[in-house]
């Protein structure tokens, strides 16, 4: 993971001069001044916006914080180079893109608001996350939205491999129309389902090996095709670049829908562990297991299906002397430490001992009429019980060490689709 955040991270300073290089090729009159100015300009743009997360003291370690601030400079990029397709002069690419896609009767995309559909499907996503949060008591990240983010980075990776292949194919029958288009977005739509649902489950390493030889050897071949294809093949991939931009905002809406839901998970359960009474109670786990036995644990199912966490039911020892029982069902609400940054799948985190220390919400007192009204022991409450694990940094950290993975995804994604495009740039 760190080999492509490192790699994410160079990449995208050259993204910020292929736009200057955009504006330059194509506008008239240009000098080697303008020329100078418009690619190294947002280059060292970019390049400040890369290093300046690393240069003050953070509880988040720099290899995230890196991993999170790319994805978002590639919005900026995104949003830049749409504001430049559709402001600037810059006619040798526009117009002669224009005037081939209406002599041969292609739908044109770059002309259109395209961008626009990702930007509702981002704001859909994220509509629906929290909608789900606010019905549910304990504001719960939904279970659709890890396999929705998992779908939109696969999708992306596999469309950008599969557009140049699709624009040579096109490019021999141009008179398809829309049922092309639909194919284009079919195609990579399948597999990436497929991987989708898998990833639920945790993948050996022999399956991450072979994914990773079938990845490589598909982007080489894309490679190789765009850098020999012909000028309809090339105008062809040219006006199919507003589907990649779709797909990598819905592949950003949706780690971005992820982080506002996880985010508002933890943010909640802070408050939750702040209230007073019996709510809230404080002691030492206590088990039949012996003194140091794991009775909550973070396992890491891997990059593509993320963490989750185990709690096996025990008792609660409290600062009273009173035993509370912590029973099967309920939650645990742990992040893993900066430790999970070198994790890999399988791994796990042990958060809870018997015998550590503990706090717990979802108590109320006994009713008087009921069987526990001899002991005056806080009962479990309707809502559950929430156990904290001993490591509970503030949201923004726990966030940025949950979500930093689902964003190098994204950056292997993006890297995937952009590289081939740029490569094969005349």
């Not at 997360?53 to 990029?77: N, W, Y």
């Not at 992040?335 to 919400?361: C, E, H, I, K």
Request: aromatic share 8%; proline share 8%.
């Amino acid at each position: 993971m760190a080999v492509i955040v490192v790699f994410g991270a160079v990449i995208t300073p050259f993204m910020g001069m292929a736009e200057g290089w955009l504006v330059w090729w194509g506008a008239p009159g240009s000098d080697e001044g303008s020329e100078a100015l418009l690619t190294l300009g947002p280059t060292m743009v970019v390049a400040a916006l890369l290093i300046a997360p690393l240069c003050f003291r953070s509880q988040i370690p720099r290899l995230v914080r890196t991993a999170l601030m790319v994805p978002l400079i590639h919005v900026g990029l995104m949003v830049a180079l749409w504001a430049i397709w559709k402001t600037a002069d810059i006619p040798l690419i526009k117009e002669d893109l224009l005037r081939f896609l209406e002599r041969h009767e292609v739908t044109s995309l770059v002309s259109g608001d395209v961008l626009l559909f990702g930007a509702l499907i981002s704001l859909a996503l994220l509509a629906l996350g929290l909608a789900h949060g606010t019905f549910r008591r304990r504001r719960a990240v939904p279970g659709w939205l890890r396999p929705t983010v998992t779908f939109s980075i696969a999708f992306l990776f596999i469309l950008g491999m599969w557009l140049p292949l699709a624009a040579e194919l096109w490019a021999s029958e141009l008179h398809t129309g829309t049922n092309f288009l639909l194919a284009v977005v079919a195609v990579p739509a399948l597999p990436a389902l497929v991987i989708a649902i898998r990833a639920q489950r945790p993948w050996s390493s022999q399956v991450y090996g072979s994914l990773t030889i079938g990845l490589a050897v598909s982007l080489g071949f894309a490679v190789a095709l765009r850098t020999n294809s012909g000028p309809t093949a090339q105008a062809l991939f040219a006006n199919m670049i507003p589907v990649i931009l779709v797909a990598a905002m819905v592949s950003l809406g949706s780690v971005i829908a992820l982080a506002v839901c996880q985010w508002r998970e933890l943010r909640y359960h802070r408050a939750d562990g702040q209230r007073t009474g019996p709510w809230v109670q404080y002691g030492v786990v206590e088990s039949d297991a012996p003194l140091g036995t794991p009775v909550g644990i973070i396992s890491f199912v891997g990059s593509l299906g993320g963490f989750r966490t185990q709690l096996a039911p025990f008792w609660i020892r409290t600062r009273e002397g009173a035993i509370v029982k912590v029973p099967n069902g309920s939650r645990l609400s742990a992040v893993p430490g900066p430790a999970s940054v070198n994790a890999s799948p399988g791994d796990y985190l042990v958060a809870l001992r018997v015998g550590d220390p503990v706090a717990a919400t979802g108590y109320e007192a006994p009713a008087g009429d009921g069987p526990f009204r001899s002991s005056g022991a806080p009962v479990p409450s309707d809502r559950g019980v929430l156990v904290f694990g001993g490591y509970n940094p503030p949201p923004h950290v726990g966030v940025s060490l949950l979500l930093w993975r689902p964003c190098t995804l994204y950056m292997l994604a993006a890297m995937a689709a952009v590289i081939p495009a740029l490569l094969g740039a005349e």
